[in-house]
């Protein structure tokens, strides 16, 4: 089992894994995702387990301690020096599901945004999901500005540094 950063050569399983897990008003299109791996390819990484892609975790680092709509559109957001790390988002292809794997990439990440010194990562969610992105430590916020897809999101928090909930 391997993590690396996600290259063009990657696009077509990226974007197959995301037609599959997430339905058409939420997935990313395939322009989008080479122009995240054009801005920030060294924010979206892959599992693979075996030479296969298992799946894949993904998101800008910002300055803004939610994710609103525009983000999704506009990968040229991404600010490097930001104090965020954003999760856009983490899908496992279904043949690959029920080892860990999201779990794996999801502390990959985090373990990505505390080395690089990151104040925290945040994320949207539905919220049937919310208790399981709870188990690493990100705390529900509520309900989100953010209507992607036509859709109701909670905003996750999840705190690296305890003095920045003050």
Not at 7 to 32: G, M, Q
Not at 51 to 67: A, D, L, S
Not at 69 to 83: P, Q, S
Request: aromatic share 10%; net charge neutral.
């Amino acid at each position: 089992m391997i993590f690396r950063n996600a290259t063009i050569k990657d696009l077509a399983t990226i974007s197959a894994i995301e037609n599959i897990c997430f339905p058409p008003n939420e997935a990313a299109s395939p322009a989008s995702f080479a122009k995240r791996l054009e801005v920030f390819p060294q924010h979206f990484w892959l599992l693979e387990a075996k030479g296969e892609i298992v799946g894949y975790i993904n998101g800008m680092v910002t300055g803004h301690k939610t994710i609103n709509d525009a983000m999704f559109e506009d990968a040229a957001l991404h600010d490097e020096n930001g104090a965020w790390q954003s999760v856009f988002g983490l899908a496992v292809a279904p043949v690959f599901r029920n080892n860990g794997y999201a779990g794996k990439l999801m502390q990959h990440l985090i373990e990505k945004a505390a080395a690089q010194n990151r104040s925290g990562v945040i994320l949207t969610c539905k919220k049937h999901l919310t208790g399981y992105y709870k188990k690493f430590g990100f705390e529900d916020m509520g309900v989100s500005q953010s209507t992607h897809g036509g859709e109701i999101w909670h905003d996750m928090t999840l705190y690296l540094h305890s003095k920045e909930k003050v």
